[in-house]
């Protein structure tokens, strides 16, 4: 059961296209974790208190100074805040484990990476993996599956803040789950599953079970709310890792993509586990 303060809570932390709703299949095949497609059930009362509006409409930003105007006039108003949402919050994800006779909740959605600083006070015991990709291969994959394959249209993508910004979030509020975070790169969950897998389950004090590496054979629904193509798979498919390399070879999405990597930045992509200097000739070839 969840904690006052978050034990028994999982996140995972990543860019859209990442891989997340593959290892979240993969952990909600355990028999002590639950988890259900992505509940968003945080993000309305933490982006509110969140000081960049990252896209949102003009009723949300002056929600947010409003809510902060109202906060200020009560004693301790942001921490009571803060100690109200974790206790409805909390309420919600006990009933569901209750429900299914679990005892860690794990929840997923890309977007909790705008309200990083926000989710580590509201539940600052709870356990967090970070979810890395190449972020080329994010790049394509965000293109064939939400711009048409069109590097036009996504230029004028919706959620460009997701490629744009969440990478630097990710690293600039890393530190604030120094000890309850994981990182891991999707390259390697598909390469080494179990390998992964194993050390995920040690940092969630859970024991491993590698029959939960054939994800889709657990009788977990299907979600409607979540990448469709993992159910294409029994199980992480190594051959996942290289695909963007043939998406680039047209010179548009070349160019786009080594304008990607130009606006990230040597520095974060080799933060994150990858090496600029190998993606960029890569591109150039």
């Not at 100074?65 to 803060?82: A, C, M, S, V, W």
């Not at 994981?182 to 992964?196: A, F, G, H, S, W």
């Not at 469709?228 to 190594?238: E, F, G, I, L, Q």
């Not at 070349?254 to 990858?274: F, N, P, T, V």
Request: proline share 5%; aromatic share 12%; charged share 25%.
């Amino acid at each position: 059961m969840i904690g006052e303060k978050g034990k028994g809570l999982v996140f995972i932390i990543s860019q859209p296209r990442s891989g997340s709703t593959m290892l979240q299949r993969i952990l909600g095949s355990h028999s002590k974790v639950h988890t259900e497609a992505e509940t968003w059930l945080l993000l309305p009362f933490l982006r509110v208190l969140n000081k960049t509006c990252h896209q949102d409409g003009s009723e949300t930003c002056y929600a947010r100074q409003n809510i902060r105007h109202f906060l200020n006039t009560i004693p301790d108003g942001l921490e009571k805040y803060y100690g109200q949402i974790r206790h409805f919050c909390a309420a919600l994800y006990n009933s569901s484990l209750e429900r299914h006779g679990k005892e860690i909740f794990l929840d997923k959605a890309p977007r909790y990476a705008y309200v990083l600083p926000e989710l580590s006070m509201t539940f600052p015991e709870a356990k967090y993996i970070f979810l890395y990709r190449n972020p080329v291969a994010i790049l394509c994959s965000v293109m064939m599956n939400w711009a048409d394959n069109d590097p036009e249209l996504l230029k004028t993508y919706r959620d460009r803040d997701d490629l744009l910004t969440i990478p630097f979030l990710m690293r600039d509020h890393a530190a604030l789950f120094w000890e309850s975070r994981i990182n891991i790169r999707y390259e390697d969950l598909i390469r080494e599953p179990e390998k992964i897998m194993e050390r995920i389950c040690s940092h969630l004090d859970i024991e491993y079970n590698p029959e939960i590496i054939r994800y889709n054979e657990h009788g977990l629904p299907k979600w409607n709310f979540a990448d469709h193509k993992v159910y294409n798979w029994s199980r992480p498919d190594a051959d996942n890792a290289n695909a963007w390399i043939d998406h680039v070879k047209d010179p548009v999405r070349k160019k786009l993509a080594l304008e990607y990597i130009g606006h990230l930045g040597k520095g974060l992509i080799d933060s994150m586990g990858y090496s600029y200097d190998h993606m960029a000739e890569l591109l150039l070839r």
